[in-house]
């Protein structure tokens, strides 16, 4: 009996060890499936390794550099960056350095701080690199694909030629890595600041019979003095054709919501420049959306005088909306603030910078800001920086030899590419 009872203990635990390890099979095969069964459904098991890898590499971000002077910076400079982010997932931007802008084009208008604050600013840039190199030299270019993950080097149709005659872009053409967008037609800094300098020549004709307001040329234009066939000296007037189709590419296609705390500024935004740029952001901090108005080229005329805007409506519309500070525009903004705009565009605050063409409005008969003032929704913003329109046209004026002498030289090659243009297609 003893000796039969321990063999069926023995068989017993033997069946339970059996169990146990079946048990204990079947939830491996069971997590097994399962984790199959989870991985099935997220990979293509068509695909073999060598693809999955591929595919997942893919996922990496595509990063583009374009670099360029930024000099002026306007809304051809904002639509060039506009298609080269449009080529990538990641925009990089170099910013030449003061040295090489004058030992390759002349003397810049706005120093490298300025012009690097105005480019953290445009929307579609996610990073920038300070002094980078007007050639793309080798060392720069492994660079740029090695430490910073450069997929391809983007810049526009019109070409970059170096003082020795040479492509600026032959490297990168040569290592394949190339890309190229269509140049943004009517507007170049060189027509800008032409279009200052001609400013000044004829504010020192008063006799000149065919004279006529420049904002009437911008708009239009034309300058009688190129219809006359008088020199240009590289001071050609605005050709830009605004398009529907350009604003909504700039604009954010997004209204506020219901409960939003709405801020509006307005001004001409003349020359859109670093001082624009710093009081936009403090604008902004203030609220959910920031709301700009832009002043039509009658109103900046009658207050600013007959040369100015420099820019016309649509051009200074387009510098602003690329402003990532910036949620919509007002183009062409009445100069007072009414009762009926504050209700329309539910307005929360009404701001002013202390840094402007002019600060007598509180002294005026009719006082723009009367309104918001009256509702207790208007305030003065210090303005971080002490730059106006007036500022950047003196800094020509003041040097205008050396920038006559810049246009000249550039006037020539903006001559040929006129000349020789053909269509490119992209926007």
Request: proline share 4%; aromatic share 8%.
């Amino acid at each position: 009996m003893g000796f039969d009872a321990a063999a069926g203990q023995s068989e017993n635990m033997i069946a339970q060890r059996s169990r146990f390890l079946a048990m204990c099979f079947v939830g491996v095969v069971v997590l097994g499936l399962s984790v199959w069964g989870f991985y099935a459904s997220t990979t293509d098991l068509s695909s073999s390794p060598l693809e999955i890898w591929r595919r997942k590499k893919k996922k990496k971000p595509i990063r583009v550099y374009m670099d360029g002077c930024f000099d002026m910076m306007h809304y051809g400079h904002c639509n060039a960056l506009r298609q080269a982010r449009a080529l990538g997932d990641q925009l990089v931007v170099g910013v030449v350095s003061d040295a090489e802008i004058t030992v390759n084009k002349g003397p810049p208008v706005t120093p490298l701080h300025e012009r690097m604050i105005m480019v953290h600013a445009v929307k579609w840039v996610d990073e920038v690199i300070p002094d980078a190199p007007y050639a793309i030299t080798e060392d720069f270019m492994k660079k740029l694909f090695e430490e910073c993950n450069i997929d391809y080097i983007i810049h526009g149709d019109d070409p970059c030629i170096l003082p020795d005659g040479t492509d600026a872009y032959a490297l990168a053409k040569k290592a394949g890595r190339y890309k190229q967008i269509k140049r943004t037609e009517g507007v170049s800094s060189t027509d800008i600041v032409g279009r200052m300098l001609l400013c000044v020549r004829e504010r020192s004709v008063s006799d000149n019979t065919h004279h006529s307001s420049l904002q009437r040329q911008f708009s239009h234009g034309h300058s009688q003095k190129l219809e006359d066939g008088a020199s240009t000296g590289g001071t050609r007037i605005s050709h830009f054709l605004p398009t529907s189709r350009r604003i909504v590419q700039f604009s954010n296609g997004k209204g506020p919501r219901p409960d939003a705390r709405i801020i509006y500024i307005d001004g001409a935004f003349d020359l859109f420049h670093a001082g624009h740029v710093e009081i936009l952001r403090i604008a902004r901090g203030l609220g959910d959306f920031l709301l700009v108005g832009i002043h039509t080229d009658q109103t900046v005329s009658a207050k600013r005088g007959a040369h100015r805007p420099i820019m016309n409506l649509h051009e200074r519309s387009l510098s602003v909306l690329a402003c990532r500070f910036v949620d919509e525009v007002i183009i062409g903004a009445p100069w007072e603030v009414s009762k009926d705009m504050i209700t329309t565009f539910n307005i929360s605050l009404v701001v002013h910078g202390t840094v402007a063409e002019s600060n007598d409005f509180q002294k005026e008969k009719e006082n723009p800001y009367a309104v918001p003032i009256s509702m207790g929704i208007f305030r003065v913003l210090e303005s971080p920086l002490d730059i106006t329109t007036t500022t950047i046209i003196k800094r020509i004026v003041s040097n205008h030899e050396a920038y006559q002498k810049r246009n000249d030289k550039k006037a020539e090659s903006e001559r040929r590419y006129y000349e020789d243009k053909t269509y490119v297609s992209g926007d």
